[in-house]
């Protein structure tokens, strides 16, 4: 059976990692900040002393880090310190961060011209998706090398797609996160406007839900209070998905928007609402909550009825 070394054990990866453990797979992992290595170690996960020393042992390295520039630092290129200089010949790196097409493409080369393969595999579905083993990885990469991931990707989620080479997997994160970023918007501005012509939200959600309307901002996420139990909105807004994230990959989507040329006009704006919003409290609640912020900014005493 293979070893697999997990390098970044936050609110992600931590859970990530202890699924395959579950799963009895041989998982050595690490990160920096000692009190998640010590998360994971109770949740069954071995500990390395370094992310090289798990590197060196492993057929398969999975990172799970907040930023490009931290992947492309653990990496290193393939001299001296790093991951691609420690592990064999030919192992297999798969990174599930979120970040942008170009880190995730000079990650991909460094990665084979230090003799490894690559893949980048961000997910989709939130903490409660990595708690679950109920990810979506979307990847992108060499297709005989997709085919060797999928059985450990599917022990953290039940929805694995190849996208074609590598970087369409952050591609495909970056379009659907605009696409979400844009709907959770619209779903809320459409709420504060139906309390301000004296609709309840259980109406609202009602039609909505069985009509053009229908959306996972809506169905699964739904931004008020009542309608969807399990929707954030009824736990004070913690955060399945938080603001700081939304805001984040939305400025990834603004790179690649800038590098394309597109006119993604409500993309732009979605990303100044979330950029905002993540500057203060809404940082650490769910995105969602950006419903509070249009309710704020609604024009006072203003009423349909």
């Known amino acids: 059976m293979s070893i697999i070394a997990f390098i970044g054990l936050g609110h992600m990866g931590g859970p ?4 395959l ?7 050595r992992a690490f990160d920096l900040v000692p009190e998640l290595c010590a998360a994971a170690r109770d949740a069954g996960v071995a500990i390395a002393e ?22 492309l630092a653990a990496y290193g290129d393939g001299t001296g310190d790093g991951l691609l200089a420690t592990a064999r010949p030919g192992t297999l790196f798969i990174d599930s961060s979120t970040i942008a097409v170009d880190d995730a493409l000079k990650a991909a080369s460094r990665a084979v011209a230090a003799g490894h393969r690559a893949l980048d595999a961000p997910v989709s579905g939130g903490v409660v998706g990595a708690e679950n083993a109920t990810l ?8 005989a ?8 990707l599917e022990l953290m989620g039940h929805r694995i797609v190849h996208c074609g080479r590598a970087g369409l997997g952050q591609a495909a994160k970056v379009c659907n996160n605009l696409i979400l970023g844009i709907s959770q918007i619209a779903v809320a501005e459409a709420f504060v406007l139906g309390e301000r012509l004296g609709l309840s ?5 009602d039609v909505a839900s069985n009509a053009s309307g229908q959306c996972w901002a809506l169905t699964t996420n739904c931004p008020v209070p009542g309608p969807v139990p399990t929707s954030p909105a009824n736990h004070d807004y913690r955060p399945g998905f938080a603001g700081a994230l939304m805001a984040k990959d939305l400025g990834l989507a603004e790179q690649a928007i800038a590098r394309t ?5 409500l993309g732009l704006l979605a990303r100044e609402i979330y950029r905002e919003f993540a500057e203060g409290p809404g940082a650490q609640q769910d995105f969602s909550a950006i419903i509070n912020t249009i309710r704020a900014q609604a024009e006072p005493g203003a009423s349909g009825r």
């Open 21 to 27: 453990v579950r799963a009895g797979r041989d998982v």
């Open 145 to 152: 090398d997709f085919v060797e991931a999928k059985p450990i």
């Open 136 to 143: 979506a990885f979307m990847v992108g990469g060499d297709e």
């Open 201 to 205: 939200h259980q109406v609202l959600f």
């Open 50 to 71: 370094s992310g090289e020393a798990a590197a060196a042992e492993a057929d398969v390295v999975i990172t799970m880090l907040p930023e490009g520039r931290h992947v």
């Open 16 to 19: 990530m990692a202890a699924n």
């Open 261 to 265: 040329g597109v006119d993604a006009r």
